[in-house]
């Protein structure tokens, strides 16, 4: 059975990339009847949020991507970890380091003049005499010091890293007993049967070091895929500007869960040319292997693009409880049918959509100046006393209605439908710009486009 994982460190939001390589991990797992687990690797506790983490698991459940089984808290497991640090103690696979700052502050600089790689130069390695005052000491691991760790890539490949290039016996444990990083996550995938990793390539550095405490304990190397990062469209990492916000700030901005996930699984990832793709499709057609060797661009029209499709295939009532909010509330609005078919086309977010319902519902307290100056040329005084007279004696209720009437002022009175619409336009709203007048008088009705009407008139006469 397959088993991913997800394991962010609360220390800041949930970013669109870790966004991206849960989406991942979730649909892998889900193809193959597996589990997807989510683990909150908060160890950190300096630095560690809670805050962050009730920000990680809002977004969770706003996209729907539920996580199989109760959530893991790393600071939960500390007795777990002590057990394993002393069985690499006692089986002589890792010992005790009592290099003090001030020693390792001089390694480093003496090794920086003579232009060679920083690292610590394994002297406690095979220590057997009297431990110095004062110093708590570190856990390293004993690391191999020469030969080759293959990395097993399904994305990359096989890659293979020299050890003497990169590691050192890098410390499991620090003075003060508390675990680190490379050390927790092999033996929490291990325990949790995570077999197959799906994260981002700025981890590949510290696969190796995984790897070696696998071996060291004895456990089974889970299947590694490592994903190109995002780019922005210069090819540079992604910044907040660009996109690698916060994962909730897309739902305030207006986007459906739906729409980020479909954009996101096409970030380094494709089926032929498909664009669109539903939950269940994703699940179907994904496979790690094939995701791109290289980085992905972000692109914020190709995700308008995505968003504005889902939004125009939302059903009106779901749409109502998606506006609310934005101050938007339709709920007893009887004409809500008209009003979202009409608006629902034209807008990109659910943000956009709401300010279009409410440039027509919410009575205009002024007028566009270059509106008006376009608008209001020749006698349209006259034009729109004519339409307010028609209104009056009539009851119009849909739009094709609205449209007759329309139609009789400009042939009785001889005038180019402009001379009509762009000033009523106007009246209604307040500017240019919107749908069919006639939806927009359908939704406000007789008495408010009456009122509308007049309060133009009185503006500009």
Same mark, same amino acid.
């Not at 016996?169 to 508390?178: E, H, L, M, S």
């Not at 498909?274 to 939950?279: D, L, N, V, Y």
């Not at 094939?290 to 939004?311: F, G, P, R, V």
């Not at 007893?332 to 034209?346: P, T, V």
């Given at each position: 059975?397959?088993?991913?994982?997800?394991?962010?460190?609360?220390?800041?939001?949930?970013?669109?990339?870790?966004?991206?390589?849960?989406?991942?991990?979730?649909? #892998?797992?889900?193809?193959?009847?597996?589990?997807?687990?989510?683990?909150?690797?908060?160890?950190?506790?300096?630095?560690?949020?809670?805050?962050?983490?009730?920000?990680?698991? &809002?977004?969770?459940? #706003?996209?729907g991507l539920e996580a199989d089984g109760e959530i893991t808290y790393q600071s939960q497991r500390d007795e777990i970890y002590?057990?394993?640090?002393?069985?690499?103690?006692?089986?002589?696979?890792?010992?005790?380091?009592?290099?003090?700052?001030?020693?390792?502050?001089?390694?480093?600089?003496?090794?920086?003049?003579?232009?060679?790689?920083?690292?610590?130069?394994?002297?406690?390695?095979?220590?057997?005499?009297?431990?110095?005052?004062?110093?708590?000491?570190?856990?390293?691991?004993?690391?191999?010091?020469?030969?080759?760790?293959?990395? &097993?890539?399904?994305?990359?490949?096989?890659?293979?890293?020299?050890?003497?290039?990169?590691?050192?016996?890098?410390?499991?444990?620090?003075?003060?007993?508390?675990?680190?990083?490379?050390?927790?996550?092999?033996?929490?995938?291990?325990?949790?049967?995570?077999?197959?990793?799906?994260?981002?390539?700025?981890?590949?550095?510290?696969?190796?070091?995984?790897?070696?405490?696998?071996?060291?304990?004895?456990?089974?190397?889970?299947?590694?895929?490592?994903?190109?990062?995002?780019?922005?469209?210069?090819?540079?990492?992604?910044?907040?500007?660009?996109?690698?916000?916060?994962?909730?700030?897309?739902?305030?901005?207006?986007?459906?869960?739906?729409?980020?996930?479909?954009?996101?699984?096409?970030?380094? #990832?494709?089926?032929?040319?498909?664009?669109?793709?539903?939950?269940?499709?994703?699940?179907?057609?994904?496979?790690?292997?094939?995701?791109?060797?290289?980085?992905s661009i972000y692109n914020t029209e190709k995700l308008d693009w995505l968003?504005?499709?889902?939004?125009?295939?939302?059903?009106?009532?779901?749409?109502?409880?998606?506006?609310?909010?934005?101050?938007?509330?339709?709920?007893?609005?009887?004409?809500?049918?008209?009003?979202?078919?009409?608006?629902?086309?034209?807008?990109?977010?659910?943000?956009?959509?709401?300010?279009?319902?409410? %440039?027509?519902?919410?009575?205009?307290?002024?007028?566009?100046?270059?509106?008006?100056?376009?608008?209001?040329?020749?006698?349209?005084?006259?034009?729109?006393?004519?339409?307010?007279? &028609?209104?009056?004696?009539?009851?119009?209720?849909?739009?094709?209605?609205?449209?007759?009437?329309?139609?009789?002022?400009?042939?009785?009175? %001889?005038?180019?439908?402009?001379?009509?619409?762009?000033?009523?336009?106007?009246?209604?709203?307040?500017?240019?710009?919107?749908?069919?007048?006639?939806?927009?008088?359908?939704?406000?009705?007789?008495?408010?486009?009456?009122?509308?009407?007049?309060?133009?008139?009185?503006?500009?006469?």
């Amino acid at each position: 059975m397959v088993v991913t994982r997800f394991a962010p460190s609360p220390t800041g939001y949930l970013h669109i990339g870790g966004l991206r390589t849960a989406l991942f991990s979730y649909l #892998w797992a889900k193809k193959n009847g597996g589990k997807f687990v989510l683990r909150i690797e908060d160890t950190d506790k300096a630095r560690n949020s809670q805050e962050a983490t009730q920000a990680i698991l &809002k977004a969770f459940e #706003w996209l729907g991507l539920e996580a199989d089984g109760e959530i893991t808290y790393q600071s939960q497991r500390d007795e777990i970890y002590a057990k394993y640090i002393k069985q690499l103690l006692d089986e002589g696979k890792a010992y005790k380091c009592y290099m003090s700052k001030e020693e390792l502050t001089e390694l480093r600089e003496t090794q920086m003049a003579n232009k060679e790689r920083t690292m610590y130069d394994g002297r406690y390695r095979d220590f057997d005499g009297t431990p110095p005052e004062g110093v708590e000491p570190v856990i390293r691991i004993k690391a191999p010091l020469s030969g080759e760790i293959l990395v &097993k890539d399904g994305v990359k490949g096989t890659i293979s890293f020299q050890a003497e290039d990169i590691l050192d016996d890098f410390v499991i444990a620090r003075g003060d007993g508390a675990p680190t990083y490379n050390f927790v996550v092999a033996i929490d995938d291990y325990l949790m049967g995570i077999n197959e990793v799906i994260r981002g390539d700025d981890h590949l550095s510290n696969t190796p070091k995984q790897i070696v405490v696998y071996e060291a304990l004895g456990f089974d190397i889970p299947a590694f895929y490592h994903v190109p990062m995002i780019h922005n469209s210069k090819g540079k990492k992604l910044s907040k500007r660009d996109g690698a916000t916060d994962v909730m700030a897309y739902k305030e901005m207006g986007y459906k869960p739906e729409a980020l996930l479909n954009f996101l699984v096409r970030l380094g #990832w494709s089926h032929g040319d498909q664009e669109i793709f539903s939950m269940d499709e994703m699940i179907e057609l994904f496979n790690p292997k094939d995701i791109n060797k290289s980085a992905s661009i972000y692109n914020t029209e190709k995700l308008d693009w995505l968003n504005a499709h889902y939004i125009k295939n939302t059903p009106n009532a779901e749409l109502v409880e998606l506006l609310m909010p934005y101050d938007v509330v339709l709920t007893s609005h009887d004409k809500k049918e008209i009003l979202l078919d009409a608006l629902k086309e034209r807008a990109k977010t659910l943000k956009e959509l709401a300010l279009l319902v409410n %440039e027509i519902v919410i009575t205009p307290t002024s007028y566009d100046e270059k509106a008006v100056k376009k608008a209001f040329k020749g006698d349209p005084i006259s034009v729109l006393n004519a339409f307010g007279a &028609k209104l009056t004696a009539s009851e119009p209720h849909l739009p094709t209605e609205y449209h007759a009437l329309m139609e009789e002022v400009v042939n009785e009175m %001889e005038i180019g439908f402009g001379k009509i619409g762009m000033p009523l336009r106007v009246a209604l709203l307040g500017k240019m710009g919107g749908p069919n007048i006639d939806v927009i008088m359908a939704v406000l009705g007789k008495e408010e486009t009456m009122l509308r009407i007049a309060n133009a008139i009185t503006t500009h006469s």
